[in-house]
């Protein structure tokens, strides 16, 4: 099955930036980036269909984070910039796969319900203080 691994997580300071990766064991074209403080439920934070190049965000990070693949080195990052105390979380990164015409008809309304997903990788922490 596919592996995920996610890096790049870490404390910074309010208005500060990180940048976390998450390499994937194998080909896939639908992946995304959730996070989860205890006690609540796992959110939505962005995707990215790669085979088709479209984005999504959560509102809340819109303008602030960018998601990007790179097919050579076979990872997707996260750049998360103006950090605010509220993006504190464990972010992990997931990934599905699906038939082509589902990831086109479909992703792009499911991207951010992790029902659609069904490899996840560990986490990594991310504290904005």
């Known amino acids: 099955h596919v592996q995920l691994v996610e890096s790049g997580g870490g404390s910074v300071q309010a208005g500060g930036s990180l940048r976390l990766s998450c390499v994937v064991s194998?080909?896939?074209?639908?992946m995304g980036w959730f996070r989860q403080v205890s006690g609540k439920e796992r959110e939505g934070v962005a995707a990215?269909?790669?085979?088709?190049?479209?984005?999504y965000y959560a509102d809340s990070v819109k303008g602030r984070f960018t998601i990007s693949h790179d097919s050579a080195k076979n990872t997707v990052s996260l750049q998360m910039n103006s950090l605010k105390p509220e993006d504190t979380a464990m972010y992990y990164c997931?990934?599905?796969?699906?038939?082509?015409?589902?990831?086109?008809?479909?992703?792009?309304?499911?991207?951010?319900?992790?029902?659609?997903?069904?490899?996840w990788g560990q986490g990594t922490q991310v504290t904005v203080s």
């Open positions: 194998g080909f896939v074209n639908c």
């Open positions: 990215i269909y790669t085979g088709g190049g479209s984005t």
């Open positions: 997931a990934t599905v796969r699906a038939p082509p015409t589902w990831m086109r008809r479909e992703y792009g309304g499911r991207w951010y319900d992790s029902a659609t997903y069904t490899s």
